[in-house]
């Protein structure tokens, strides 16, 4: 029998979400003028954290709002948590890290929950669920087309006791913090495998010799705090005790890292959409054009009524994606997860582009926040795979489902 879908939110996901919209509202939300603050007087090339978030933190442990993106850890499904990552997207700067949900650290934690060592655990999963330490994740590389990993040159040779890793990546996202302490790193160990079988993941403290952080890439002219890095590997030498897995596994640990992962940046992305909602419908009814408010014209009511349908649809489609991977696991989801991954950031960049219309001028300042907002939704149809290579996945999906009897008569006759 087919489980019924169920979107309904769990009593236990109401209670979440009741709790984190009071943080979201009383502590967050009030803290954005004090990060940007730091930051402004830091400058764009200090990548420590501003300290606010450090106190964001304790608040959010001290009442139950931590590490909830993983099952195991917070007893919430994806369904579950949906609702409450949505919640983060409406301050992706500071929710996010506040509740130990930022990416790239849950995909890290989630690679090392499901394929570390005991000893790789209590080195580096526990520092990172209890929020000391931060990770990067290290497979992009700028002289290759890293949509396809296969690509990937980085070489990860086995010598003795150990692998030697050479390589240069990029948008290692999180290696500038000073607080990221370990990289995961993709790279090929075995060329003469299968194209899939080539690749591995190991674990490289970020102070090993050989390893240098060159710069942080910015996003539309934007230093984010925990920078994009760009990183050179030159002889960099880790005990083989550091490999994820086993030899060759790189892609299918990527797949379960990257599965929850794109499914988590698209619960926010609607929740940016919805505060980019928010700031239109606000400024719509207090702007005066031609004698009236704007929200009285018909052309920008239509643009409010467009940007609810799409955050409402995509909500939809993410909670069927979410459903799909707790009933059934990753791999029965992959193609819904490619399908929100293609729709959600498209639908964001949408709202926002309509809501920074309505602000005129003010909108592409920074005097409010949709420039920042959108820069980085852009930058979301680019990483976790482009919006080129889901499409292709739905695509073939759809192209090799057996026709039903209902479609097969309609076409056949």
């Not at 690509?151 to 948008?171: C, F, H, L, M, P």
């Amino acid at each position: 029998m087919v489980a019924a879908m169920d979107f309904a939110m769990s009593a236990k996901a109401a209670d979440h979400h009741k709790r984190l919209t009071e943080f979201m509202v009383d502590h967050v939300l009030p803290a954005e003028k004090r990060y940007d603050e730091h930051r402004a007087a830091a400058g764009p090339d200090d990548f420590t954290v501003p300290p606010v978030v450090e106190e964001l933190k304790k608040t959010a442990r001290d009442r139950g709002l931590w590490n909830l993106f993983l099952p195991s850890v917070s007893g919430l499904t994806n369904l579950e948590y949906a609702p409450l990552a949505e919640l983060s997207g409406w301050s992706t700067e500071i929710a996010p890290e506040a509740l130990n949900c930022a990416a790239p650290d849950t995909g890290n934690m989630e690679v090392l929950h499901m394929f570390g060592t005991d000893d790789q655990k209590k080195r580096w999963l526990d520092p990172l669920l209890a929020g000391e330490i931060r990770s990067a994740f290290s497979m992009t590389e700028p002289a290759v087309a890293s949509s396809d990993a296969r690509n990937i040159e980085t070489s990860i040779v086995r010598d003795g006791d150990d692998y030697i890793i050479n390589g240069r990546k990029w948008w290692t996202s999180g290696a500038n913090d000073p607080r990221c302490a370990v990289l995961i790193v993709m790279g090929r160990t075995n060329p003469e495998a299968a194209s899939h079988q080539q690749q591995s993941m190991i674990l490289v403290p970020v102070d090993t010799p050989g390893v240098t952080i060159l710069r942080s890439t910015s996003v539309f002219g934007w230093q984010d705090q925990h920078g994009h890095a760009e990183i050179l590997y030159d002889n960099v030498r880790v005990p083989a005790s550091n490999l994820l897995a086993e030899e060759g596994m790189g892609f299918a640990i990527a797949q379960a890292r990257l599965g929850p992962g794109r499914i988590h940046h698209c619960m926010r992305a609607i929740g940016v959409a919805e505060r980019a909602l928010a700031l239109m419908t606000e400024r719509a009814r207090t702007r005066i054009a031609f004698g009236r408010p704007l929200a009285e014209q018909g052309m920008v009511q239509q643009q409010i009524a467009f940007s609810r349908n799409e955050i409402d649809q995509a909500r939809l489609l993410c909670e069927k994606a979410a459903w799909t991977i707790d009933q059934h696991g990753n791999r029965a989801a992959f193609a819904l997860v490619s399908q929100i991954k293609a729709v959600a950031p498209l639908m964001s960049c949408n709202v926002i582009d309509r809501a920074i219309q309505v602000h005129g001028g003010g909108g592409v300042s920074d005097d409010f926040p949709l420039a920042r907002m959108y820069g980085w939704q852009r930058a979301m149809r680019i990483f976790d795979g482009p919006d080129e290579v889901h499409l292709r996945t739905v695509a073939r999906a759809e192209l090799g489902r057996e026709p039903g009897p209902l479609a097969a008569a309609a076409v056949h006759g």
